[in-house]
Antibody, heavy 121, light 108 residues
Framework: EVQLVESGGGLVQPGGSLRLSCAAS????????MSWVRQAPGRGLEWVSI???????YYADSLKGRFTVSRDNSRNTVSLHMNSLGAEDAALYYC???????????????WGQGTMVAVSS | QSVLTQPPSASGTPGQRVTISCSGS????????VNWYQQLPGTAPKLLIY???QRPSGVPDRFSGSKSGTSASLAISGLQSEDEADYYC??????????FGGGTKLTV
């Protein structure tokens, strides 16, 4: 069974940084596309970033270069490094495995339970 | 404000058929496939439909998807109380990459 478990969320001050992790079991992250999706309280889903099996990374334009996605093959984990956090970044952050369809189409077929990020002074 | 427009709410009674629409443009739905996600209260989203009309293993055939031009629809037949959830459409947008609709809250 494929399972994704996020961790690392918490309360951070405005302007601060945080690193989220996604531990995978049942799949090898280096052989998959892995993505982050966030959901602000009471709001809809927003795609954040993706890391391809070849290591290429892509981000939502709205992030303005503040986030970095990476992976640790030895630990089978994917991480999201977030800098210069603001109130707009407060959300539940989900890790998701990407089902590859006909390029550029894809879908998020396995989701973790999410880790909450709060931004407040 | 999402580039994919969904009605904020929909409702139906048990046994009914309901549809949820997702309206986009030529830069997203018009040239790419559409996925649908179901988010039950307090849980993570679940892939419901991919590639416009394909169901992942385990998804009942009461759920179906379709696409025409720059719009897509999710249909749920034989509505059940456990279908009460938020539903999101999603696709690729030429400028924004991966985008979601604003979501539709279905009340049964």
């Amino acid at each position: 069974e494929v399972q994704l478990v996020e961790s690392g969320g918490g309360l951070v001050q405005p302007g601060g940084s945080l690193r989220l992790s996604c531990a995978a079991s049942g799949i090898t992250v280096s052989s998959n596309y892995m993505s982050w999706v966030r959901q602000a309280p009471g709001r809809g889903l927003e795609w954040v970033s993706i890391i391809y099996d070849n290591g290429n990374t892509y981000y939502a334009d709205s992030l303005k270069g503040r986030f970095t996605v990476s992976r640790d093959n030895s630990r089978n984990t994917v991480s999201l490094h977030m800098n210069s956090l603001g109130a707009e970044d407060a959300a539940l952050y989900y890790c998701a495995r990407v089902l590859i369809l006909n390029s550029p189409n894809d879908a998020f077929d396995v989701w973790g339970q999410g880790t909450m990020v709060a931004v407040s002074s | 404000q999402s580039v994919l427009t969904q009605p904020p709410s929909a409702s139906g009674t048990p046994g009914q058929r309901v549809t949820i629409s997702c309206s986009g443009s030529s830069s997203n739905i018009g040239r790419n496939t559409v996925n649908w996600y179901q988010q039950l209260p307090g849980t993570a989203p679940k892939l419901l439909i991919y590639d416009n009309n394909q169901r992942p293993s385990g998804v009942p055939d009461r759920f179906s998807g379709s696409k025409s031009g720059t719009s897509a629809s999710l249909a749920i037949s034989g509505l059940q109380s456990e279908d009460e959830a938020d539903y999101y459409c999603a696709t690729w947008d030429d400028r924004l990459k991966r985008v979601f609709g604003g979501g539709t809250k279905l009340t049964v």
